[in-house]
């Protein structure tokens, strides 16, 4: 039985961040309250839990396999099998064997563990050491009493959410299988993305929540809390973010990034700077919280004495992103690949203009996530990473950039990046906490 979130908020204070998705986002939003640490392991189980019985049965149906099997060793597991740990668990334990099996006629998947020990309530045990000393032998008993038709294993070239099957392990699986079950392994790769990419509606509930707390430190550090212009550098901007997620109790999944953009210097400057009034600033920054992953970047701009705003022509800049955004956002058609959508955002936005650099990506339980990419930054074409189909109920970051000159600065060409967490239903995409609707202003004075 799946424990409610509401069950889960009825037992725990202080509750997750749950907040209703929204399209606007707060320019300075107060920072949720984050969970203590065993109410975190509670609602992570709690989400697992809703993911064995919900996503797992799913996907293995629609890929049309009746066996999985995930091998992982402690300290080196296959991605699939550490999205499956359960909130107390950090690592595989030794040799960890995980298989599903799906007997049909709509019964529950079965979910076995052909190792010494199990992960929580989550998985039978099935293997007394005592009884048979050799664990492969144990698995392809196990597998032989199943017959199944088709064994799934971890095995890509494309995609490395898909090949966490090491060569070792996949040569003693096969070694110690009968050789009228090798001929039915086939490649897990599709099973290991649908299961890692798809959101469950506890997920989603949760999601802008965690967004919030990333736009709430965002905006902290892209102040005078923290910038004192003429002083402060870049770097110290950058180590302030991690030290701020350090003393929440959070993890970075990336070092934050802090660049600036100058009139009369050329390109993104990411070197130790001293922030100066009149600069543009960037950040990218991205936190792990309650397993899910955000990535946002945001702008800035350091007023100089008597300004009240941006130059109009940065403000301007920032609109023609936001446009190339909403271009992208109406571009989604679930089942289209990757690559359709972004030749098809590219060629609305060039038709309108603009200069665009469409590089999107699925997040979730990796900042990077499974699934396939909308365009990369170095490639604006067709790319094999981009030629999956895109799914309903996923989370993406709808990251681009605009380039446009600014006529305050000289006519110099200006990069005006964004990137902010969405949600795509099937149908539209939808931000899990809003987008930057203005750049940030800095004072000077």
């Not at 955002?345 to 603009?354: L, N």
């Amino acid at each position: 039985m799946i424990i409610t979130l509401a069950a889960t908020l009825a037992a725990a204070q202080p509750q997750p961040p749950v907040l209703p998705l929204t399209d606007v986002e707060e320019p300075a939003p107060a920072l949720p309250s984050i969970l203590p640490m065993k109410e975190r392991a509670a609602l992570i189980d709690t989400i697992l839990a809703e993911r064995f019985e919900t996503v797992l049965p799913a996907v293995m149906r629609a890929e049309g396999i009746d066996l999985w099997v995930l091998m992982a060793r402690e300290y080196f597991e296959d991605p699939v099998t550490a999205s499956m740990l359960n909130g107390e668990e950090f690592s595989a334990r030794r040799r960890t064997i995980l298989v599903f099996h799906d007997p049909g006629e709509g019964r529950p998947i079965e979910r076995l563990s052909v190792s010494r020990y199990g992960i929580a309530d989550f998985f039978e045990v099935t293997w007394d050491p005592a009884d048979q000393p050799d664990q492969w032998k144990a698995l392809a008993e196990l597998i032989a009493d199943r017959d199944p038709e088709k064994i799934a294993i971890n095995t890509s070239d494309l995609s490395a959410f898909g090949d966490g099957m090491t060569h070792s392990q996949y040569e003693l699986m096969m070694a110690a299988l009968p050789d009228h079950l090798e001929e039915r392994i086939v490649s897990g790769e599709n099973l290991s993305i649908r299961w890692l990419e798809t959101r469950t509606p506890t997920e989603l509930e949760i999601y802008p929540g965690v967004v919030r707390i990333a736009h709430a430190i965002i905006a902290e550090a892209l102040s005078r809390k923290v910038i004192t212009p003429g002083v402060t550098t870049t770097s110290q901007v950058r180590w302030w973010m991690r030290e701020r997620l350090s003393r929440l109790g959070l993890q970075p999944w990336f070092h934050p990034s802090l660049g600036i953009q100058r009139e009369g210097m050329d390109g993104v400057q990411y070197d130790d700077m001293v922030i100066e009034p009149g600069d543009l600033l960037w950040t990218d920054f991205g936190l792990t919280y309650l397993r899910l992953n955000t990535d946002t970047q945001h702008l800035a701009y350091v007023l100089k004495p008597g300004e009240t705003q941006a130059p109009a022509g940065l403000r301007a800049g920032l609109e023609a992103t936001k446009r190339v955004a909403d271009i992208l956002r109406e571009s989604f058609r679930k089942g289209e690949p990757g690559n359709s959508i972004l030749a098809r955002a590219r060629a609305a936005a060039i038709a309108e203009g603009y200069d665009p650099s469409i590089y999107s990506h699925p997040i979730g339980l990796h900042g990077h996530g499974a699934g396939p990419a909308i365009g990369f930054w170095d490639n604006q074409q067709a790319d094999p990473r981009g030629a999956g189909p895109v799914h309903a109920n996923t989370a993406w970051s709808i990251e681009l950039t605009t380039y446009s000159a600014v006529p305050e600065w000289g006519g110099q060409r200006v990069d005006f990046r964004s990137e902010e967490d969405a949600w795509f239903d099937g149908e539209t995409v939808r931000y899990l906490d809003g987008r930057q609707d203005e750049i940030t202003l800095i004072p000077s004075d």
